[in-house]
């Protein structure tokens, strides 16, 4: 558990409770680099995030405020970290007046992926679209204004 998550609860996904989670290991093939975003509406985000982009919710620890402090979601084999903006902490800090981010999320079906988020009434900012590099990508806007790119471009992890 992340040292700004001690003493929070943590409240797995019903069914996960065995999972390992991302903190529990960095090795073994899981990538090293995670997405990490605050949202004035961090229990908003998940829902969205889980309900209509397709992701897993890991864990989600709230404060005695009910403000998430720290939540891990999962899709595939990469993974995004969240919390709610102003629970304080060194990473909230910095991230004071920073912008919205985009992340780029690599998934089989694009065209099934979109309809669901469509469904669910998410912005979408490009249908899926066939790209001159082979890969076919949509662009949405979650709930807050981070761009989230969907697509079957899988970068290379490896020199």
Known sequence: MPHWA????NRPKPGHEGVI???DTVAGGRPSIYPTLLYADAK???GQLTEALGFTELSVYEGEDGLVQHAELVQGNGAVMLGSKGHGGRFDE????AGPAGVYVVVDDVDGHYQRAVDHG????????????GSRDYLARDLEGNVWSFGTYAPRTEG
Do not use: F, K, S
């Open 6 to 9: 001690a003493g929070r609860r």
């Open 21 to 23: 989670g991302m903190a």
């Open 44 to 46: 908003a985000a998940v």
């Open 94 to 97: 910095a991230m004071r007046g």
């Open 122 to 133: 998410v912005e979408i900012l490009m249908p899926p679209t066939d790209q001159e590099y």
